[in-house]
């Protein structure tokens, strides 16, 4: 038997072996002494709630159909339904995978590498106050849904055009749970390995940006480049789609950052703040940066200056004040204008809609950017917290975080892919990428 013809049935099989190496961990290993008592929880606000239940709506918003949009205006007439079919249909994937394991494998208590089974199934989740918060442990599950959704959806603008939808769907399932809940557990989840070495992430600076820029760039490389790319004209067609999409991601944004804090007070509003401020100056160092290159200044570039500056803030949002803020912006804009326009053409690697030159370059200009700015006059507490404040060693941690997310998120999803490339393949036919995904994947078109 071929390996072209293993059934999805031997791919569950590997998906399980996978599984069982980074179980490895111990994660589930439970011990029998016993807990000491938790203090008892905080009332549970109700404005906390109310902003928590808000931002959880704006983060969805921006994969469905922020995401979908933004992305979608930049693919050809061609590709544009497979590509906001990716979005919604991620969304609806990652939805069940994080009912069934994701967020107990992200957010409870287990190994250093990912968490235990306490909430598999979302069994004996709280409905009341989730301890140490003031709002529901439902409205904290479903919040960090959105984030865990909107991850893999980003990966599709590397690959953008050229990969199967059965494959996409495999892929993204598997790296849910074997990639995003593991680094969330390390940097968010109790008891978390990078957290406890004192890395700061906020909102998904690693979590989120750099996992996925990485995890877009493996795909890039796997899956080579788009029949005709160099040859063929590859413009966006609908650029209005584009900034109607980031339009919503910008806004949307703000539930991602602010609402990080996870209370309706002044961490959220200085998020907020700080969001706004680093966002709108990305957007113009990328817009001045491509004037001054090429001598016109494009809606795409800006459209996109205004995405890298959200990306850069945000593992630095809850942390910073707004001198820091204006100088990750600068920062973002340039570097991830580098990132999309001059890296990937001296590497010569295809990502298609620049998922690593912004989510990966970005990422990481603002981890460790975090690593300078952070200050205790934001962050709260009396020790020196980031390099302006006198503690050097911040930014040390903050790139042992970036290297140790990188490493892990590479080797994670080039083993899916190949495993996915060796039993069901990775990439549409020749002829249906000349013909478009749209009608050769599902069977429609854009009139």
Same mark, same amino acid.
Request: some cysteine; glycine content about 14%; overall charge neutral.
């Given at each position: 038997?071929?390996?072209?013809?293993?059934?999805?049935?031997?791919?569950?099989?590997?998906?399980?072996?996978?599984?069982?190496?980074?179980?490895?961990?111990?994660?589930?290993?439970? &011990?029998?002494?016993?807990?000491?008592?938790?203090?008892?929880?905080?009332?549970?606000?109700?404005?906390?709630?109310?902003?928590?239940?808000?931002?959880?709506?704006?983060?969805?918003?921006?994969?469905?159909?922020?995401?979908?949009?933004?992305?979608?205006?930049?693919?050809?007439?061609? $590709?544009?339904?497979?590509?906001?079919?990716?979005?919604?249909?991620?969304?609806?994937?990652? &939805?069940?995978?994080?009912?069934?394991?994701?967020? #107990?494998?992200?957010?409870?208590?287990?190994?250093?590498?990912?968490?235990?089974?306490?909430?598999?199934?979302?069994?004996?989740?709280?409905?009341?106050?989730?301890?140490?918060?003031?709002?529901?442990?439902?409205?904290?599950?479903?919040?960090?849904?959105?984030?865990?959704?909107?991850?893999?959806?980003?990966?599709?603008?590397?690959?953008?055009?050229?990969?199967?939808?059965?494959?996409?769907?495999?892929?993204?399932?598997?790296?849910?749970?074997?990639?995003?809940?593991?680094?969330?557990?390390?940097?968010?989840?109790?008891?978390?390995?990078?957290?406890?070495?004192?890395?700061?992430?906020?909102?998904?600076?690693?979590?989120?940006?750099? $996992?996925?820029?990485?995890?877009?760039?493996?795909?890039?490389?796997?899956?080579?480049?788009?029949?005709?790319?160099?040859?063929? $004209?590859?413009?966006?067609? $609908?650029?209005?789609?584009?900034?109607?999409?980031? #339009?919503?991601?910008?806004?949307?944004?703000?539930?991602?950052?602010?609402? #990080?804090?996870?209370?309706?007070?002044?961490?959220?509003?200085?998020?907020?703040?700080?969001?706004?401020?680093?966002?709108?100056?990305?957007?113009?160092?990328?817009?001045?940066?491509?004037?001054?290159?090429?001598?016109?200044?494009?809606?795409?570039?800006?459209?996109?200056? +205004?995405?890298? *500056?959200?990306?850069?803030? &945000?593992?630095?949002?809850?942390?910073?004040?707004?001198?820091?803020?204006?100088?990750?912006?600068?920062?973002?804009?340039? *570097?991830?204008?580098?990132?999309?326009?001059?890296?990937?053409?001296?590497?010569?690697?295809?990502?298609?809609?620049?998922?690593?030159?912004?989510? *990966?370059? *970005?990422?990481?200009?603002? +981890?460790?950017?975090?690593?300078?700015?952070?200050?205790?006059?934001?962050?709260?507490?009396?020790?020196?917290?980031?390099?302006?404040?006198?503690?050097?060693?911040?930014?040390? &941690?903050?790139?042992?975080?970036?290297?140790?997310?990188?490493?892990?998120?590479?080797?994670?999803?080039?083993?899916?892919?190949?495993?996915?490339?060796?039993?069901?393949?990775?990439?549409?036919?020749?002829?249906?990428?000349?013909?478009?995904?749209?009608?050769?994947?599902?069977?429609?078109?854009?009139?």
């Amino acid at each position: 038997m071929t390996l072209k013809k293993i059934s999805s049935a031997g791919l569950l099989a590997l998906a399980a072996l996978i599984i069982g190496l980074i179980m490895a961990d111990g994660a589930f290993a439970q &011990t029998a002494a016993p807990a000491a008592a938790a203090p008892p929880p905080p009332k549970m606000d109700s404005g906390d709630t109310a902003w928590m239940l808000t931002s959880t709506a704006l983060v969805l918003m921006m994969t469905i159909p922020g995401l979908a949009l933004f992305y979608g205006g930049m693919v050809r007439k061609k $590709n544009v339904l497979a590509t906001v079919m990716q979005s919604f249909a991620i969304t609806c994937l990652v &939805t069940v995978l994080w009912t069934v394991i994701g967020y #107990s494998w992200a957010f409870t208590a287990g190994g250093s590498f990912i968490g235990g089974n306490s909430r598999v199934l979302l069994m004996g989740m709280s409905v009341g106050e989730l301890n140490g918060l003031t709002i529901p442990e439902s409205v904290f599950m479903t919040f960090q849904m959105t984030f865990a959704i909107i991850t893999p959806a980003l990966i599709c603008g590397a690959f953008a055009d050229r990969m199967k939808f059965s494959a996409m769907m495999w892929f993204m399932g598997l790296w849910s749970l074997l990639v995003y809940s593991p680094i969330a557990h390390m940097v968010w989840g109790p008891g978390g390995y990078l957290s406890g070495l004192g890395v700061l992430d906020y909102a998904g600076g690693t979590v989120v940006h750099i $996992n996925a820029g990485v995890a877009g760039l493996m795909c890039a490389l796997v899956l080579g480049k788009r029949k005709g790319l160099g040859t063929e $004209n590859m413009a966006p067609h $609908n650029l209005v789609l584009t900034m109607i999409g980031a #339009s919503l991601l910008w806004v949307g944004w703000f539930g991602f950052n602010a609402g #990080s804090a996870l209370t309706a007070g002044s961490n959220a509003g200085m998020a907020m703040a700080v969001t706004q401020i680093a966002t709108a100056t990305a957007a113009l160092a990328w817009m001045f940066a491509e004037w001054a290159l090429k001598g016109k200044p494009s809606v795409l570039g800006i459209c996109s200056g +205004a995405v890298a *500056g959200l990306v850069a803030i &945000t593992p630095a949002s809850g942390f910073v004040d707004p001198v820091g803020a204006l100088v990750i912006g600068v920062a973002a804009g340039i *570097g991830c204008y580098w990132g999309a326009t001059g890296l990937k053409h001296m590497m010569g690697y295809d990502d298609s809609l620049d998922a690593f030159g912004v989510h *990966g370059v *970005g990422g990481i200009i603002g +981890a460790l950017l975090t690593g300078v700015f952070a200050t205790k006059a934001i962050k709260g507490g009396t020790d020196a917290v980031g390099l302006i404040d006198g503690n050097a060693a911040q930014v040390l &941690t903050q790139f042992y975080g970036v290297a140790a997310t990188v490493i892990y998120c590479a080797i994670a999803t080039l083993i899916i892919l190949f495993v996915i490339k060796m039993v069901i393949g990775l990439r549409v036919t020749e002829e249906a990428e000349r013909d478009g995904l749209d009608i050769a994947l599902h069977g429609e078109v854009v009139p």
